[in-house]
């Protein structure tokens, strides 16, 4: 698959469920209203959706949600589609999950061939991961990562960096995150959906944090030629001998070199995470049982993927660049 700018896209992410057991501050609101659970798509038809992209050359798949861990039977889709790792179609299956599932779920993970997964992680602090979160259980994360870590699973934490909550503690994260042997990336916030905040008061840009770890905490960073495939841009820190990953959709975009689009649970395909131009795979999906349709209109919505996103947070600009909250494009 080609897109209008020559980039091929070969990484799919798809949510299976816009619910969570966490309501972070910065995602969602507080009193989130979640689809209509006859909206979602089953799992055999996120299977099978999956799989046509697969055969349209898709070689990296990575399951999402809201919490992909929450919804109920989601092993079973893991497990089904594990096979396209081992004929080889598939390059890698991963997740993106807060961890709060993890430690029951850790081991057939790994066994479906997950060799690597992110965990969103904002804080150090039980008492701040609780507010952020506003009901989370910081043990139960730190004991799904170490469940992840003894199944062989390479955690990456992913912390979206925040003015006025967590700006000073990321040198700490980035110590301990190294001295586990995690990865780390630092995310900056998203105009997506209202969330009943200002996301004036807490966008931190990235480009000003990277300046204050080499000025005044004392990091060396270097410029990495790692690359996942993703928006990350990669830097090595001497004094950890980790590595540190910045995602700026805000400060510096990272659009030029996009190969993704994204799947909600309900089956609605956006190009672009920062625009609303979509396509419904749902209605073709379940038009026929043969796919000659479902592969006319992904061509067709691929042939419509913009150079790049809107994305856009100042005082002038109140509304949300998209109405969509991430928990239901698919984090």
């Known amino acids: 698959m080609i897109d209008p700018f020559g980039r091929q896209i070969s990484y799919l992410r798809v949510s299976v469920t816009d619910r969570c057991d966490l309501r972070c501050v910065y995602c969602m609101s507080e009193h989130m209203e979640f689809l209509p659970r006859r909206e979602l798509l089953t799992l055999e038809e996120l299977d099978r959706l999956c799989t046509a992209f697969v055969e349209r050359g898709v070689k990296r798949l990575r399951l999402t949600g809201g919490e992909p861990l929450v919804r109920k039977n989601v092993m079973s889709l893991v497990r089904s ?3 396209h790792l081992d004929s080889g179609a598939l390059s890698e299956l991963t997740l993106t999950t807060n961890g709060t599932q993890l430690a029951a779920h850790a ?3 790994a066994a479906c061939g997950v060799r690597r997964l992110n965990v969103s992680l904002d804080t150090l602090d039980p008492d701040k991961f609780r507010m952020i979160t506003r009901r989370g259980e910081f043990d139960r994360v730190m004991d799904g990562i170490a469940a992840a870590r003894r199944a062989g699973i390479d955690v990456k934490i992913n912390t979206v960096a925040l003015k006025n909550f967590n700006q000073g503690e990321i040198p700490d994260m980035i110590r301990w995150a190294h001295g586990l042997g995690l990865g780390l990336t630092l995310i900056e916030t998203m ?6 905040e200002d996301r004036t008061d807490s966008y931190l840009p990235l480009s000003m944090l990277r300046h204050d770890l080499a000025a005044r905490h004392g990091f060396t960073l270097t410029e990495s030629n790692h690359r996942t495939g993703g928006p990350s841009r990669y830097f090595d820190i001497a004094e950890t001998g980790g590595r540190l990953g910045f995602i700026t959709p805000m400060t510096h975009n990272f659009c030029e070199s996009c190969n993704r689009v994204r799947i909600t ?5 956006y190009m672009c995470l920062g625009q609303d131009d979509a396509a419904d795979l749902r209605g073709p999906l379940r038009a026929s049982e043969g796919d000659e349709l479902l592969h006319r209109v992904i061509d067709d919505a691929i042939l419509r ?3 790049g996103h809107d994305f856009v947070i100042d005082r002038q600009t109140r509304q949300p660049a998209v109405s969509r909250t991430m928990s239901v494009t698919g984090g």
């Not at 105009?191 to 009943?196: E, F, H, L, R």
């Not at 649970?265 to 395909?269: E, I, R, V």
């Open 107 to 109: 081991d057939e993970l």
């Open 305 to 307: 993927k913009p150079k």
């Open 265 to 269: 649970c309900t089956g609605t395909l």
């Open 191 to 196: 105009p997506m959906g209202d969330i009943g």
């Open 81 to 83: 589609l594990s096979r």
